[in-house]
């Protein structure tokens, strides 16, 4: 079956290291998203990707890096410069165009002691 | 202000119950999802919709362009039905970047 796989499920890691997580899609699709979840709030576009080898700024970008080196792949690096990593972290995934549904991930919940 | 407002925050209802979620938007749009977050966060989506109403199993979503709202209703409603509902929008434009509301956490007892 087709989806979008994220891992770990739970990561932890300590204040100043960077830590990459993983987000896999097997549908074929060409976007790729990344976004943050903290309690209470919505979730917040971090980066986004339409095409291999390109990716863009979200709203809240700063302290995060990614790459999309293939097309099935949009590995995000929460970086060191990152004041307040601690969060839930989703991938999701849509086909080019405006009616394409997207899929989401199962996310990563990031503790950083 | 947000972009996305839902309401309510929170809705506790007993099995069998009829659930309504609004969620009201202040940009034009060119689709709107609902989705579900069980516990554990998974997001799943119900129903992307630009126009009047779509129905799945005991879910039903209707949208009114002008009056920029929608509601998502879960009729019968179940524990299994328990989880976090939020809507989001699409405004236009080239990419797909969704703006997210808070969420509407439903809880359902037996």
């Known amino acids: 079956d087709g989806g979008i796989t994220q891992s770990p499920k739970y990561l932890f890691r300590k204040e100043g290291q960077n830590v990459t997580l993983s987000c896999e899609q097997n549908?074929?699709?060409?976007?790729m998203y990344w976004y943050r979840q903290d309690p209470g709030q919505g979730l917040r576009l971090i980066y986004y990707s339409q095409i291999v080898n390109d990716f863009q700024k979200g709203d809240i970008a700063e302290g995060y890096s990614v790459s999309r080196e293939k097309k099935e792949s949009f590995p995000l690096t929460v970086t060191s410069a990152q004041k307040n990593p601690t969060a839930f972290y989703l991938c999701a995934s849509n086909s080019w165009g405006q009616r394409t549904e997207a899929f989401f991930g199962q996310g990563t919940r990031l503790t950083v002691v | 202000k947000n972009e996305v407002e839902q309401s309510p925050q929170n809705l506790t209802a007993q099995e069998g119950e009829f659930i309504t979620i609004n969620c009201s938007y202040s940009?034009?749009?060119?689709?709107l999802h609902w989705l579900q977050q069980h516990p554990g966060g998974g997001i799943v989506s119900l129903f992307m919709?630009?126009?009047g109403k779509k129905k799945h199993g005991r879910l039903i979503a209707t949208i009114n362009i002008q009056e920029k709202h929608s509601s998502l209703h879960i009729t019968a409603s179940h524990p299994r039905d328990s989880a976090v509902y939020i809507c989001?929008?699409?405004?236009?434009?080239?990419?797909?970047?969704?703006?997210f509301g808070k969420g509407t956490l439903l809880t359902v007892n037996p």
């Open positions: 919709l630009s126009s």
């Open positions: 940009v034009g749009i060119s689709a």
């Open positions: 549908l074929n699709h060409d976007a």
């Open positions: 989001a929008v699409k405004s236009g434009g080239s990419n797909y970047k969704l703006t």
